[in-house]
C-alpha cells in the first residue's frame, strides 16, 4: 500500500491552504473532502479582513463587497455607527473564495478526493491510516502525518481527540432587502440573547441575516425577520432555507499528537467575540506546516515534536480567545435596558473615539481591556 507524507481531512480554506504549504515543497499530500464541491453549502458571512487579505494574498476575485462601516443597533432601535477611515474588511463569496485557495493547493501537487467521508482513522507506530469512503467505495489511505480540519462537527476522530464541549449555533438565510449598504449588528435577548444578529449586504438587493445564539437559533432567526427594525427593508422573505451549524467557543485539549495536528475549528481556533474562524484557522494552518515541514527535516514524527504546534498557536492567539469569552460572559448578563444603555454611552464620552484608535478588525483583546477599564463603559456592566 502507497504510503503518502500527509493526508488532510477537510477540504476547507484551513484545509487546502494547509495542503498548499505543504504541497509547495514538494510533500505528497492528499486532501479529502467529504462534498461533491469545494465551497458548496457553507454557512458562513464571508466577512474577511484586509490584514488576513494581504498576509495571505488571499484571492481578490472572491471579493464581493469592501467593509467600512458598521451600524450597531440597541433593543430598543438606538444606533451607533462605526465609520472606518479605510477598508476594513471584505465580504467574500465563498463559492469562489474556497475554491480558489484549493486550486492553489492542486496547482503545486495536492490530490484532491471529493465525495469522501473519513470513517475512522488510527496511528500506528509509523503511520496514520484513514478509512474513507470516496464516491460509495470504501479504501484506506496511509501516510506519515494526518491533518484535521474538518471544522467542528460530530467527531469521527474521537479516539484521536476530545472536541471542546462548549459551542454557540450560527443560523443564517439569504433573503432581499432594501437600502442595505453597510453592516448591520442588533442586540437584545429577544435577538440573540447572549450574543448579537447581523444583517451583511452581498449583491444588489441580497443580504445574509443571521445570528448566534446557544439555544433555538432557528427559532430566534425566524422571530428576528420578523423584527420592526428589519420588516421594513425585507423584499419577500418567504421561510427561505436557514442553515444552522455549531460554532465552538474555546480550544479543545489538546490539538496534536504523535503524527497528528488538527487544525482551524476542529480545534477550536474560533474569535470567540464574532464566531469567525477563517482568520484563525489560516494563521494555526502557517504554523500547523512549519511543524510538519520541520518534522520532515528531522525525519522525527512524535508527539513531542508536534507539540511544538500547540505551543506557538496558543501563544499567538490564546488570550484572544480567553478574553472573548470573558466578555461573552459578562455580557450574556446585561439586561435589555443595559444594552439600551451601553449602545448609548458608546457614541458619548469618548469611547467610540477610543473604539476607532485603538480597534482592530480580528484583534479585539486590547480593545476590550481598554474599555472594561473606562469609567463610562462599565456602568451598564456594573463591573
Same mark, same amino acid.
Given at each position: 500500500?502507497?504510503?503518502?507524507?500527509?493526508? /488532510?481531512?477537510?477540504?476547507?480554506?484551513?484545509?487546502?491552504? %494547509?495542503? $498548499? !504549504?505543504? &504541497?509547495?515543497?514538494?510533500?505528497? *499530500? =492528499?486532501?479529502?473532502?467529504?462534498?461533491?464541491?469545494?465551497?458548496?453549502?457553507?454557512?458562513?458571512?464571508?466577512?474577511?479582513?484586509?490584514?488576513?487579505?494581504?498576509?495571505?494574498?488571499?484571492?481578490?476575485?472572491?471579493?464581493?463587497?469592501?467593509?467600512?462601516?458598521?451600524?450597531?443597533?440597541?433593543?430598543?432601535?438606538?444606533?451607533?455607527?462605526?465609520?472606518?477611515?479605510?477598508?476594513?474588511?471584505?465580504?467574500?463569496?465563498?463559492?469562489?473564495?474556497?475554491?480558489? /485557495?484549493?486550486?492553489?493547493?492542486?496547482?503545486?501537487?495536492? %490530490?484532491? $478526493? !471529493?465525495? &469522501?467521508?473519513?470513517?475512522?482513522? *488510527? =496511528?500506528?507506530?509509523?503511520?496514520?491510516?484513514?478509512?474513507?469512503?470516496?464516491?460509495?467505495?470504501?479504501?484506506?489511505?496511509?501516510?506519515?502525518?494526518?491533518?484535521?480540519?474538518?471544522?467542528?462537527?460530530?467527531?469521527?476522530?474521537?479516539?484521536?481527540?476530545?472536541?471542546?464541549?462548549?459551542?454557540?449555533?450560527?443560523?443564517?438565510?439569504?433573503?432581499?432587502?432594501?437600502?442595505?449598504?453597510?453592516?448591520?449588528?442588533?442586540?437584545?435577548?429577544?435577538?440573540?440573547?447572549?450574543?448579537?444578529?447581523?444583517?451583511?449586504?452581498?449583491?444588489?438587493?441580497?443580504?445574509?441575516?443571521?445570528?448566534?445564539?446557544?439555544?433555538?437559533?432557528?427559532?430566534?432567526?425566524?422571530?428576528?425577520?420578523?423584527?420592526?427594525?428589519?420588516?421594513?427593508?425585507?423584499?419577500?422573505?418567504?421561510?427561505?432555507?436557514?442553515?444552522?451549524?455549531?460554532?465552538?467557543?474555546?480550544?479543545?485539549?489538546?490539538?496534536?499528537?504523535?503524527?497528528?495536528?488538527?487544525?482551524?475549528?476542529?480545534?477550536?481556533?474560533?474569535?470567540?467575540?464574532?464566531?469567525?474562524?477563517?482568520?484563525?484557522?489560516?494563521?494555526?494552518?502557517?504554523?500547523?506546516?512549519?511543524?510538519?515541514?520541520?518534522?520532515?527535516?528531522?525525519?522525527?514524527?512524535?508527539?513531542?515534536?508536534?507539540?511544538?504546534?500547540?505551543?506557538?498557536?496558543?501563544?499567538?492567539?490564546?488570550?484572544?480567545?480567553?478574553?472573548?469569552?470573558?466578555?461573552?460572559?459578562?455580557?450574556?448578563?446585561?439586561?435589555?435596558?443595559?444594552?439600551?444603555?451601553?449602545?448609548?454611552?458608546?457614541?458619548?464620552?469618548?469611547?467610540?473615539?477610543?473604539?476607532?484608535?485603538?480597534?482592530?478588525?480580528?484583534?479585539?483583546?486590547?480593545?476590550?481591556?481598554?474599555?472594561?477599564?473606562?469609567?463610562?463603559?462599565?456602568?451598564?456592566?456594573?463591573?
Amino acid at each position: 500500500m502507497k504510503m503518502h507524507d500527509i493526508t /488532510i481531512v477537510g477540504g476547507g480554506p484551513v484545509g487546502s491552504f %494547509t495542503a $498548499y !504549504l505543504l &504541497a509547495r515543497e514538494g510533500l505528497d *499530500v =492528499v486532501l479529502l473532502e467529504k462534498k461533491p464541491a469545494i465551497g458548496k453549502d457553507i454557512n458562513c458571512t464571508g466577512i474577511v479582513s484586509t490584514e488576513c487579505f494581504k498576509k495571505f494574498n488571499l484571492p481578490e476575485n472572491a471579493i464581493v463587497k469592501p467593509i467600512k462601516t458598521i451600524k450597531a443597533f440597541s433593543p430598543s432601535g438606538n444606533q451607533v455607527v462605526y465609520n472606518a477611515p479605510s477598508t476594513i474588511a471584505f465580504v467574500v463569496d465563498r463559492g469562489i473564495f474556497d475554491p480558489e /485557495i484549493n486550486r492553489r493547493a492542486l496547482k503545486e501537487g495536492a %490530490t484532491l $478526493y !471529493l465525495e &469522501a467521508k473519513a470513517e475512522k482513522a *488510527v =496511528v500506528t507506530d509509523d503511520s496514520f491510516k484513514v478509512k474513507v469512503k470516496i464516491k460509495g467505495d470504501t479504501m484506506e489511505l496511509n501516510s506519515k502525518v494526518g491533518v484535521i480540519a474538518t471544522g467542528f462537527e460530530l467527531n469521527p476522530f474521537d479516539t484521536l481527540f476530545e472536541r471542546t464541549k462548549n459551542f454557540l449555533y450560527g443560523a443564517q438565510t439569504d433573503v432581499e432587502m432594501d437600502g442595505v449598504k453597510d453592516v448591520n449588528v442588533f442586540f437584545g435577548n429577544k435577538i440573540a440573547p447572549g450574543s448579537f444578529a447581523w444583517v451583511v449586504p452581498t449583491n444588489g438587493k441580497s443580504v445574509k441575516v443571521g445570528l448566534i445564539s446557544d439555544k433555538n437559533p432557528v427559532a430566534y432567526l425566524k422571530n428576528f425577520l420578523k423584527n420592526p427594525l428589519i420588516t421594513h427593508k425585507l423584499n419577500g422573505y418567504n421561510n427561505n432555507y436557514i442553515k444552522c451549524s455549531p460554532i465552538p467557543l474555546g480550544r479543545i485539549p489538546k490539538s496534536y499528537g504523535k503524527r497528528l495536528i488538527i487544525v482551524g475549528e476542529a480545534a477550536g481556533q474560533v474569535k470567540t467575540t464574532t464566531g469567525g474562524g477563517i482568520y484563525f484557522g489560516l494563521l494555526s494552518a502557517e504554523i500547523a506546516a512549519q511543524t510538519i515541514l520541520k518534522a520532515f527535516k528531522e525525519n522525527n514524527f512524535s508527539e513531542k515534536t508536534f507539540k511544538e504546534y500547540e505551543v506557538r498557536w496558543r501563544e499567538k492567539i490564546e488570550a484572544e480567545m480567553k478574553t472573548g469569552i470573558y466578555l461573552r460572559n459578562i455580557f450574556s448578563r446585561l439586561s435589555d435596558d443595559q444594552i439600551d444603555r451601553l449602545i448609548d454611552l458608546v457614541s458619548r464620552n469618548g469611547i467610540l473615539t477610543t473604539i476607532k484608535k485603538e480597534a482592530k478588525f480580528d484583534w479585539h483583546k486590547d480593545i476590550i481591556i481598554s474599555l472594561l477599564q473606562n469609567t463610562f463603559f462599565k456602568r451598564p456592566f456594573r463591573i
